[in-house]
């Protein structure tokens, strides 16, 4: 006997939600026009099983647990979704109201049932993967004002309304997509079954799926930077869960990644995706959080750029972009921390490749100078302590008295290039003054313009007060250290 009990629809789409028990009722799914089932439940369903007859089936063996990789079944799961809302069920009779049409105009959809074991976790996160998706897509509705539209009213319409207007508007029109976000299709959700509840993983999972643009195609998401990062992670956790180095060929280096990559765009991307999300918090979100303490440093203006160098020979380490930040853990007292931290800790770089690829757990960081060596660091698979409390896993971490922090130069730009040739003098011809820098250039040898004097040999040096720039001893003053 069938339950007259019909699964929650998300309000909005013909999608509903429901646990395993709802196939226990195919005609009440038949009465409401649902045409494809996806099974999001590590089950193997007999074949030829009879409540699935006369159904589009989709089957997603998965575990209701935290590291499940649920991500990975989005595309193939949006696609089936997505068709299942654009066909046509056998019954004629049903229909719907067209997005943005009018209320008389009605057109027929079939609708998809997503169930999992209860209804609550997996099965709620694959509606929400489609929600996310489908908010990103332009929406085309037909329109109004088109003349087919116009002639294809009734002739007692036509005579009370007004004539078919002459332009040209096209009979289908787009529309722009208004995303949603992880929070609000959530609440969606939340409307029509309140009990919905994805797993922390899983929600992890939707917010790189947000942040990654959710992409369409499984190339599109396994090719993306966030996802496999994510995915040499886990490979990362799988082998520290049975006590070995992660192999080499499942270490993400930071810096051989695409270079070629559009930087700007991918930060415009993410940032409509997700504004609350940067980079780094994705990062963060890739590992996990319950073992490691990196945080997002967030401020109105970013960092200057730092450069990590080895103090003995100058190589080179590491920018800021590859440098892991941490703090203290919550119970440790704040005024104990007075010295800075003991080493730098950083992500994996290619530099590192020859002492990572013997296998070790742990081991120590040297200078990739064939000619240096030295002694620079350490490393532990399994997490380095640093000298405030914080626990960083994995931990790649160099020593600060092994190496000198230097401020990257900024590059210059026309503001800041006063001086042409950029060396701190410029170039005029004999008997000529130079006119650029501070001020207008002066005429006939030793003619003089804001801040500059003339130089004999037809050199003219500009005002370098607070710019770094030794002058000759004779030209020199000691009250403001400026011509």
Request: net charge neutral; proline share 9%.
């Amino acid at each position: 006997m069938d339950l007259p009990i019909l699964p929650s629809k998300c309000p909005g789409y013909n999608i509903y939600i429901d646990g395993f028990h709802a196939l226990r009722r195919p005609k009440t799914l038949q009465e409401a026009n649902i045409t494809h089932i996806v099974s999001v439940i590590d089950w193997k369903f007999p074949q030829g099983w009879a409540p699935l007859r006369g159904f589009q089936h989709l089957r997603i063996p998965l575990d209701d647990v935290y590291d499940s990789n649920i991500l990975e079944y989005f595309p193939k799961s949006n696609a089936f979704i997505h068709e299942a809302l654009n066909s046509w069920p056998a019954d004629e009779s049903s229909t719907r109201e067209p997005l943005g049409g009018d209320a008389g105009d009605k057109v027929r959809q079939s609708g998809v049932l997503v169930h999992c074991a209860m209804g609550v976790s997996r099965s709620a996160t694959i509606v929400i993967a489609y929600l996310l998706w489908r908010s990103r897509q332009p929406v085309t509705v037909h329109n109004p004002k088109s003349k087919s539209s116009s002639h294809n009213t009734t002739s007692s319409e036509s005579s009370s309304e007004e004539p078919p207007t002459s332009d040209n508007s096209p009979e289908m029109v787009s529309l722009p997509p208004t995303p949603l976000t992880v929070d609000s299709a959530l609440a969606l959700v939340r409307e029509s079954r309140p009990q919905v509840e994805p797993n922390s993983g899983f929600i992890k999972q939707l917010r790189m799926y947000e942040a990654m643009g959710c992409p369409t195609t499984q190339e599109q998401l396994e090719s993306h930077k966030i996802y496999r990062r994510w995915m040499n992670s886990r490979n990362v956790m799988d082998a520290l869960s049975v006590n070995r180095a992660p192999e080499i060929d499942h270490i993400t280096f930071r810096d051989e990644e695409d270079e070629d990559e559009d930087e700007e765009e991918q930060q415009r991307s993410i940032g409509q995706a997700m504004k609350s999300l940067s980079v780094k918090t994705v990062d963060a979100e890739i590992t996990d959080p319950d073992i490691t303490v990196s945080d997002t440093d967030s401020g109105p203006s970013p960092a200057p750029e730092i450069e990590l160098k080895c103090r003995k020979c100058r190589r080179l380490l590491a920018k800021t972009a590859f440098i892991i930040p941490h703090k203290p853990p919550a119970h440790r007292d704040p005024s104990s921390a007075t010295e800075p931290c003991a080493h730098v800790f950083l992500h994996p770089l290619s530099w590192m490749k020859d002492v990572l690829a013997q296998g070790e757990l742990d081991g120590r960081l040297a200078c990739p100078n064939p000619r240096c060596g030295a002694n620079i660091g350490k490393y532990a698979w399994q997490g380095l302590r640093c000298s405030c409390g914080g626990w960083v896993t994995p931990g790649f971490g160099v020593a600060r008295s092994k190496v000198d922090e230097v401020r990257a130069r900024p590059r210059p730009g026309p503001a800041t290039a006063g001086i042409s040739g950029g060396r701190g003098v410029s170039a005029a011809g004999p008997g000529g003054g130079g006119g650029g820098g501070g001020g207008g250039g002066g005429g006939g040898g030793g003619g003089s313009g804001g801040g500059r004097r003339g130089i004999p040999g037809g050199l003219a040096y500009t005002s370098t007060a607070g710019s770094g720039v030794r002058l000759p001893p004779g030209m020199r003053r000691s009250e403001n250290g400026s011509l």
